[in-house]
């Protein structure tokens, strides 16, 4: 009984929310499909995009997203070093890179950054989309359990 009465509750709040994106994509095409396939899902907002990392800390921060999509290939200073900034500044977002580079080592070190996932762009855009709900249902989950006594 308990386990029904948890994701009846747990479906409630997903309803009530919807989930906040920040796009961080350097190709103009793939970042203006990536808006429209995210909106075409009605638990997703976009909340703010960029093709650069110029300034963008300022720019995420002010959107609050929960979840930041991001590819690491950004011209300037993208990479590991912004992922590490992203990381620190916003510790209640999500980071999920969205790559065509699957090298392990690439991986481990962007999980290591404080990424809390990696998709490779040739992924169904059903999985990008199932990805960023298992996200934000982990955030949540996370949060409120920081609520509970010891």
Do not use: C, W
Not at 10 to 15: C, E, F, G, R, S
Not at 125 to 141: E, G, H, M, N, P
Request: net charge negative; hydrophobic share 45%; glycine share 8%.
């Amino acid at each position: 009984a308990d386990e029904g009465g948890a994701a009846a509750g747990y479906n409630v709040a997903m309803a009530n929310e919807r989930i906040r994106v920040f796009i961080l994509e350097r190709h103009p095409a793939i970042r203006a499909g990536l808006r429209a396939l995210l909106e075409s899902s009605p638990e997703i907002v976009v909340v703010g995009e960029a093709g650069d990392s110029a300034g963008i800390l300022t720019h995420i921060m002010a959107t609050q997203p929960d979840i930041v999509l991001l590819d690491p290939d950004l011209p300037d200073d993208g990479g590991l070093p912004l992922l590490r900034e992203l990381s620190a500044a916003l510790p209640a977002a999500s980071l999920l890179v969205h790559t065509d580079d699957g090298a392990s080592a690439k991986m481990q070190a962007a999980f290591a950054a404080g990424v809390q996932g990696y998709l490779l762009k040739g992924q169904s855009s059903q999985k990008l989309v199932q990805t960023i709900r298992l996200l934000y249902a982990s955030r949540v989950d996370l949060t409120a359990n920081q609520d509970l006594p010891d």
